[in-house]
Every structure is written in C-alpha cells, then in structure tokens.
C-alpha cells in the first residue's frame, strides 16, 4: 500500500486567523506530508508494506508504529476542522458530553486541561471506551488511544509545530482558538 498525504477540506488560508496558512503549510504541508513519506520507506520489504494505518498502529512499533500513527493522528486532526466551524455538538454526542462532563463548558474545561498540561509532545483525546461512555485521555509523542481499545473522536494536537508559529509559547492561547474550528457535524458522527 502505498500512503498518500490526504487532500484537506478546506484552503490552506481558510482557518485564519485561529491557524493561518503558514501554520497548515509546515503543518500539514511539510510535518504530515514527511510522516507520509518516512512511512512509505520503512515499510518496504516489512509485514507491514500492504497494511492498513490501523494494523500498522495496533501491530508495528519502532519507526514504522511512529511514523504510521502520526499519519493517522494528523488526517484525524485537520478533518476536524472547517472555516464554519465551533459552537457546540448536537444529537447523541451532546447529549453523552453533558452525561459524563456535566455540561459542554465543564468538558471544554477538562479537555483543554488536558491539552494545556501534557508535557512535552503529544496529543489530547476524547475517546469512547469499550462501554461507549466518553473519557479524556493523553498520549505523548505518536501515540493513539486505538492500542488501548479506545476509539477516538476528537483531538488536539499540541506538538510545538501545531502552534508555535501562531501562538509560540503560549499554548493555551492556540487551544482557546482549537475551538472554534471544529466542525461537530463530523465529529458527533465518530462517536
Ligand atoms: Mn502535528
């Protein structure tokens, strides 16, 4: 198999000013694009040279499982997004937020918590476990929740090169913005 970087569904300018093009351009265009393509070397003459990103994340370790997760991590990341996006979720997700969290505000709160506070570089989760109850988790450097049985529905990227070109250190100004580019509609649809 061979892994190409996806097309994103939105302009490369079209979430500024929360990201701006420069952003998404190293972002996506160099970081997403080099995982794409140290993942197409390393698996040649492997087990994992016609696997899919997610035998490669639940089976492979080492470069292969690093490179292959930060490939899936990344499209899952930038197709939570749109220009249209923030506000609240609607229907069946809503309503298990408000079961587990309290109240919309009170998740936003512990997830950006959890963004806000992982050290060094990672990735803040909601996840839904085996019983479909919603948790927050995270997950340092490649790692994805899929290898603990969870299933992802929305996260936050707070490697350095997400926000340090906009934001610099100020990582909580960067995870304020997060907010108001997601696009629910897709996400309530993982869950
Ligand atoms: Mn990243």
């Known amino acids: 198999m061979k892994f190409e970087l996806p097309e994103l569904p939105y302009a490369t300018d079209a979430l500024e000013p929360a990201i701006t093009k420069k952003t998404i351009e190293f972002h996506y265009g160099k970081h997403h694009q080099a995982y794409v393509n140290n993942l197409n070397n390393l698996v040649v003459g492997t087990e994992f040279e ?26 899952f990341y930038f197709t939570s997004f749109s220009p249209k996006g923030g506000g609240e ?75 340090y070109l906009d934001y610099q250190n100020k990582r909580p100004d960067y995870i304020a913005s997060f907010w108001k580019l997601i696009d629910w509609k897709v996400v309530g649809a993982r869950f």
């Open 89 to 163: 979720p609607s229907g069946t997700l809503a309503k298990a937020i408000d079961k587990t969290f309290g109240n919309f505000d009170s998740f936003k709160e512990d997830f950006g918590k959890a963004a806000a506070t992982l050290f060094g570089s990672g990735w803040a989760w909601l996840v839904k476990d085996a019983k479909g109850e919603l948790k927050i988790v995270q997950t340092s450097n490649a790692a994805n929740p899929m290898t603990q049985g969870l299933t992802p529905i929305l996260t936050c990227d707070v490697w350095e090169h997400a926000y």
């Open 50 to 75: 016609n696997a899919d990103l997610e035998t490669i994340i639940k089976k492979a370790d080492g470069g292969i499982f690093n490179n292959g997760a930060q490939v899936w991590n990344h499209t």
